[in-house]
Structures are given as C-alpha cells and as structure tokens.
C-alpha cells in the first residue's frame, strides 16, 4: 500500500482511511488514484501521454454535475441516526448470511388453532420471536456483541428482541425486554404496545436502545429474501421473508405448501459457520414442526 502510494506521488497525510480508528487501507489509495485520473479527465482537454497523480487529489472527488440539480435531502434525525449506525455496522462487522427454505405449513396450521381457542390473538411474529428466543438458548453465541477495544466476545445473559418497523419517519428498530423471560401472548402483547408507539411516534430512548439481537420480517413488504445490515453491536439477525404457497416435497409427494424463506445474517467474529447454520436450522425446524418448541417450554 505505501509503496502504491510512493510510486503514484500520493500523500498518505492527506487520506482519510476508512479502516478502523481511521486506519489508511489499500482501497483508500486506489480510491485516490481514480479520483485523480477522473478529475484529470474532467480538466485537461487533451490527456498528458503520462498523466501524473496530483498528491492529495482523493480528497476531493470530481462532484458530477447532474448531483447539483437534483433535490438534496438532509441526512438527519432518525434518518441520519440509522445512516450513521448502518454505516458504522458495515465498516466494523465482518459479517455473512446463510439461509434455508422452511415448509411454513405446520406453523400457520398451529397459529390457526391457537388463536380460534379464543383469547389474545397470537401475531405471526410473536411465533417467530419466541422460536427466536429458543434457537438463542441452544446457540447462545449468537446472543452476543464484540468489545474491540478489549478484543473480547462478550456473551449476554438477557435476550433483549428488536424487530425491524417501518414508519413514516423512518425504519425504527424498537426492543422488546427481557423476551427470553416472555410467553408467545407475553411477545405479542409487547409486539404490539411497541408498534403502535412506532407508529404514533411515542417511541422512548429505552424503547430503541439495548438490543442484543434482530428480528427482520421483510416479508411484510412482498419480498422472499435480503441480506440486512447487522444492528450494531449486536452480533446476528434472523430474517424473514414472505409466506407462500410452493411446490413442495412432502412425505414423499409433491404438494403445495406454505413456504418461507429464512436467513441469518452474523457477525463472523463471534462464531462460524457451523455455529449460524445450527441456529437457522433450529429455527427452520420449529417453523416445520411447532412440537419441537415444547422441548424448551
């Protein structure tokens, strides 16, 4: 990387690095060489046979003009919060996502006759969260966050649940406390106050800080599968795409079932691959067999 920089006249105290704490990487230097030749394209009307990299050049990219002509939106408030977190989420977490297929079919059958019992109707997600909180219990390294300075995992003893809302002021990732301690009617019931909070915009700072690990329903919004950025510092999130009917393979014949595609996104540092895939596919085996939950109740 420095001799890339010596060879090509650039200046590494006049980079900003993108590494942590600011540290200069290769990447911030090959940044800087494209700068350069771009805004020496931009300048020179006939190009030098040699062109030579002006030192100090990445710190001030060419600005194309069609960007002064559009509308510029500020990036703040709850939206520049969740910029600022996402971006510090991708520069800090090296992170990568597995996913499986689950037959739904069995769980939408059981969510059925839970809430024709009477009582508290029971949400989809108050299902998932409290198959969540028992693939956490079995696989407690997902349940964790990474302390850099002192370069220790640090496992968590709560289960503290965000789920992932989408509001008019933004996306809000609001936290349900304590949800290992929770019944599915105890999530749901949680699932909802905070949702209507999201919604009327009555969300605390307690309500959106402290969580240990995600729940991403993004089937709500027509989509099978996505790969999110982790919520900082957690260590993991559990997606969810939509539920819908496919062909599948079941007891040995095709049928048409209700399937549903799920993904786990984690931070690499805490645990690997053996680890995650455990995890997901304990949860793909509650979403199939809801009996398998009453092991853990």
């Known amino acids: 990387m420095r001799r890339l920089a010596r060879e090509n006249g650039i200046d590494l105290r006049e980079l900003t690095g993108s590494g942590p704490d600011g540290l200069i990487l290769r990447a911030d230097v090959e940044y800087a060489l494209r700068a350069a030749a771009a805004q020496g394209r931009t300048t020179t009307a006939t190009p030098e046979p040699h062109p030579r990299v002006v030192p100090g050049a990445a710190v001030v990219a060419p600005v194309p003009a069609t960007v002064t002509a559009g509308t510029r939106i500020p990036l703040k408030g709850v939206r520049g919060a969740v910029a600022d977190k996402l971006s510090r989420s991708r520069r800090e977490i090296p992170d990568a996502t597995c996913w499986v297929d689950a037959d739904a079919t069995e769980l939408m059958r059981a969510r059925a006759a839970m809430n024709a019992a009477g009582g508290p109707k029971i949400s989809l997600l108050a299902l998932l969260a409290r198959i969540c909180t028992a693939a956490l ?33 933004g996306l809000v990732v609001p936290v349900v406390r304590d949800a290992h301690a929770r019944d599915t009617e105890g999530l749901g019931a949680e699932f909802a106050r905070l949702t209507e909070a999201a919604r009327t915009g009555t969300l605390t700072p307690a309500d959106l800080t402290g969580g240990t690990f995600t729940l991403n329903n993004y089937g709500v919004f027509g989509v099978d599968g996505s790969t999110p950025i982790i ?26 079932r209700q399937v549903v595609q799920l993904s786990l996104t984690f931070d690499h540092r805490v645990c690997d691959g053996g680890t995650a895939g455990g995890f997901l596919r304990h949860v793909a085996d509650c979403v199939e067999q809801p009996a398998v939950l009453l092991r853990t109740l």
């Not at 997902?142 to 809302?165: I, K, P």
């Not at 393979?249 to 095709?254: P, S, W």
């Open 231 to 256: 919520n900082h510092p957690e260590a993991a999130m559990l997606g969810v795409g939509r539920i819908i009917p496919k062909p599948w393979v079941h007891e040995g014949e095709l049928a048409v």
């Open 137 to 169: 219990a079995r696989f407690p390294e997902l349940n964790s966050t990474v302390d850099q300075e002192a370069r220790e995992v640090v496992r968590l003893d709560h289960v503290h649940l965000g789920f992932a809302a989408q509001t008019d002021r």
